[in-house]
C-alpha cells in the first residue's frame, strides 16, 4: 500500500554544532523575543529522553506507584488495587523497554544524519531517573538540553508535569543557572507522530473488510480515537490560558483534529467516528472526561455497528495503559457485544515517528521559522516555550515549570 506523506519536509542532512556550547547567562529564562511560537536557534549539546517510567519486576510495583502518586497520601492498600495490572504482567511495564528502544532507534537516526548529539534517557518515576540524567549531563559538560518527551498533547500530565520535573532536577542536583532545560513543541499535530495511525487505520479497515465482505464502511464499522482521561479541570487548564479550545480544553481540541485528520488521509472520511477516553482513576465524584472507550463500544451494536476500530491515538507505545484497558477490557467488551474488534498499533519505534522526533530537535537546532514547521491540524505549530499558565493544575497546586513563560 502506497505510504500517504503528509507534506513531511525532508529533514536537513547536517548540524551546525558540535562541541558542548558555553553556559548562557540567565539561560533557564526563556527568550521573550521573537514570533510567539518559535524560539532562537541553540547549540544543544544533548538530548534529553524524558520517559514516564515503569516498574519491571513485582518488588518495584509499589514503590513505582508511591513515585507516581507521590505528595497525595494515597496508602499502600489503595496502590495494591492499582498494581493489579502491573502484577498480571509479573510487575513489568513495557514501557522502560520502549524507551531503550526507542533511544537506540533516536541515535540510529541521528547518526545516518551526522548530527553529534548524544541521547541521555530520564524518567520521572522510574530508575533511570531525571536527576541521574540530568546529573549525568552535568558531568559531561552539557550545559544545553533539548527535552524530548513521550508525550504528544497538551495536559498538566501530558506537558506541565515533565517541565516541573525538569525544574526539580536542576535544583535537586544543584545545576540551576548551569544546565539550561529546554523542550521540543508538544507534537500530537506533527507528521511523524500522525502517519502511523494513518497507516494503522487504513490496515486496520481493509483488514475488516478482508474477514467480513459486505461489510458497509460507511453504516456497520465505527472507529474509536481512545487517549487517557484526565480530570475535567486539567481538560479545561490545558493549553494556552490566553486561547480558548472549547469542551475539553486544547487537550480534547487537539485529538479531535488530529483524528480528523487521520480518519481523511486514511481514505476513511465516510467511515463514523468518535473520541473516547479511557483508563480514569481518581475519587467517583471528580469528573474526567468522558465517555469512557467501554461505555461507547456498548452503544454500538444499537446504532447498527458490527465493527470497531479502536485506534490508542493519546499514546506513543504499548504501555500498560494498552496492554491492558485496550487489549484485555475494550476488547472483552467489544466481544461482549457481538462486534468484531481490531486495535491500530501505536507509533512505537516507527520510522516515520523517530524521524519526525529527529526534525523537531532540529527545528531548535536551526531556528526553523513557524511557517515551515511540519503541522497536520490548524492548532500547531505548537509553542516552543509553552504560553502564560499553560496546563496548570488547580488540584495540586502552582510549582516552578521550565520551557514555559511564568504566569
Ligand atoms: C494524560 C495521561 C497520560 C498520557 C501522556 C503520557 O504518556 O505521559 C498518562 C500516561 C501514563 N500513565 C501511566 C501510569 C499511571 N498513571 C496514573 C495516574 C494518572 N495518569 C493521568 C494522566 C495521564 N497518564 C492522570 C490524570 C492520573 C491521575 C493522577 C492525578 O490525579 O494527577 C497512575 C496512578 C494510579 C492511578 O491513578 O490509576 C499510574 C500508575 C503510565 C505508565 C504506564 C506503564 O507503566 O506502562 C503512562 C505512560
Ligand atoms: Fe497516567
Same mark, same amino acid.
Given at each position: ?21 558555553? &553556559? ?95 541521547? &541521555? ?175 461507547? &463500544? ?106 514555559? &513563560?511564568?504566569?
Amino acid at each position: 500500500m502506497a505510504a500517504t506523506n503528509l507534506g513531511r519536509k525532508p529533514a536537513p542532512a547536517t548540524a551546525a554544532y558540535c562541541a558542548p556550547g558555553a &553556559i548562557v547567562p540567565g539561560a533557564t529564562e526563556p527568550a521573550q523575543s521573537g514570533p510567539e511560537h518559535v524560539e532562537a536557534p541553540v547549540r544543544y549539546d544533548a538530548i534529553l529522553l524524558a520517559g514516564f517510567g515503569g516498574p519491571e519486576g513485582q518488588d518495584d510495583v509499589i514503590p513505582f506507584l508511591r513515585n507516581v502518586t507521590r505528595g497525595r497520601g494515597i496508602p499502600d492498600e489503595r496502590l495494591e488495587e492499582v498494581a493489579v495490572h502491573y502484577r498480571h504482567f509479573g510487575g513489568v511495564s513495557p514501557i522502560n523497554e520502549h524507551n531503550r528502544e526507542l533511544k537506540a532507534a533516536l541515535e540510529a537516526e541521528l547518526a545516518s544524519r551526522g548530527v553529534d548529539l548524544p541521547v &541521555i534517557w530520564g524518567n520521572r518515576n522510574w530508575d533511570p531517573y531525571m536527576n541521574d540524567a540530568v546529573r549525568e549531563a552535568g558531568e559531561r559538560g552539557f550545559t544545553n538540553l533539548i527535552a524530548v518527551a513521550t508525550s504528544a498533547y497538551s495536559s498538566y500530565s501530558s506537558c506541565r508535569q515533565y517541565r516541573e520535573d525538569f525544574a526539580d532536577a536542576l535544583e535537586d542536583t544543584g545545576l540551576s543557572g548551569v544546565v539550561r532545560i529546554d523542550k521540543v513543541r508538544q507534537f500530537f499535530d506533527h507528521p511523524g507522530f500522525v502517519q502511523p495511525f494513518v497507516e494503522g487505520v487504513r490496515d486496520a479497515l481493509a483488514s475488516l473488510e478482508a474477514e467480513h465482505s459486505g461489510l458497509s464502511r460507511a453504516s456497520e464499522v465505527e472507529v474509536l480515537f481512545a487517549t487517557h482521561s484526565i480530570p475535567t479541570t486539567d481538560a479545561a487548564k490545558s493549553g494556552p490560558a490566553e486561547r480558548g479550545f472549547g469542551e475539553g480544553g486544547a487537550y480534547a481540541a487537539q485529538h479531535r483534529a488530529v483524528a480528523e485528520v487521520v480518519m481523511r488521509e486514511a481514505g476513511a472520511a465516510d467511515v463514523p467516528w468518535q473520541l473516547v477516553y479511557q483508563s480514569r482513576s481518581g475519587p467517583p465524584t471528580q469528573p474526567w472526561l468522558e465517555p469512557d472507550v467501554n461505555d461507547a &463500544i456498548a452503544e454500538l451494536p444499537a446504532a447498527g455497528r458490527k465493527a470497531v476500530v479502536i485506534v490508542p491515538l493519546g499514546f506513543v507505545s504499548d504501555h500498560m495503559e494498552v496492554m491492558w484497558d485496550l487489549d484485555e477490557e475494550a476488547m472483552a467488551t467489544a466481544a461482549e457485544h457481538g462486534l468484531a474488534a481490531v486495535r491500530v498499533p501505536t507509533p512505537g519505534i516507527h520510522p516515520a515517528y523517530v524521524a519526525g522526533l529527529v526534525d523537531l530537535v532540529m527545528e531548535r537546532v536551526n531556528g526553523t521559522p513557524a511557517a515551515e514547521r511540519p503541522h497536520v491540524t490548524d492548532l500547531g505549530p505548537w509553542y516552543d516555550v509553552c504560553r502564560p499558565g499553560c496546563c496548570e493544575n488547580v488540584r495540586l497546586g502552582f510549582k516552578p515549570a521550565l520551557a514555559g &513563560i511564568a504566569p
